[in-house]
């Protein structure tokens, strides 16, 4: 086989790793957000006369993982009867640059926890501006933990 032969092949092998790498960079610039929760509990031995009373909350992270500015618009919730609550972010709070973290905390029956109706909220989301929607990391089991049914 002649040096030509060899030459394209190396050249689209060349071609074809600079259009992965440019497809990774792409995905990278865009903004990307990773929201978590975890539950914590509060101890309340301190202030109560029965031994050992934690009192369980929720803290909700959204990290924006890409190199774009996010501006987050909604917290939202799913409740259990299958219908849907939100509640809108200032945009002062929900502009999130490169790294930058929006924080918030519950407790069993705040409003974002709890529909109007009194329905029990089974999962979290978040919804951007151009109306992406980011569901919450383990928000399910969480919310089972704060309202006591593990």
Do not use: Q
Not at 109 to 116: K, Q, R
């Amino acid at each position: 086989m002649e040096i030509s032969f060899y030459l394209s092949i190396l050249a689209i092998l060349i071609s074809c790793i600079s259009l992965i790498w440019s497809i990774y960079v792409g995905c990278r610039d865009s903004g990307n957000i990773k929201a978590t929760s975890e539950i914590y509990y509060f101890d309340m031995t301190g202030y109560s006369e029965k031994p050992s009373v934690e009192i369980p909350y929720l803290k909700i992270k959204a990290v924006n993982c890409g190199r774009r500015p996010v501006i987050l618009s909604m917290f939202g919730a799913d409740y259990s009867n299958g219908s849907w609550g939100r509640s809108y972010i200032e945009k002062e709070v929900g502009h999130l640059a490169e790294n930058e973290i929006y924080e918030k905390t519950f407790n069993a029956g705040d409003s974002d926890t709890m529909s109007p109706d009194g329905e029990e909220a089974v999962d979290f989301w978040f919804e951007d501006t151009l109306g992406r929607r980011y569901k919450v990391k383990n928000a399910k089991e969480n919310l089972k933990k704060l309202w006591g049914k593990n």
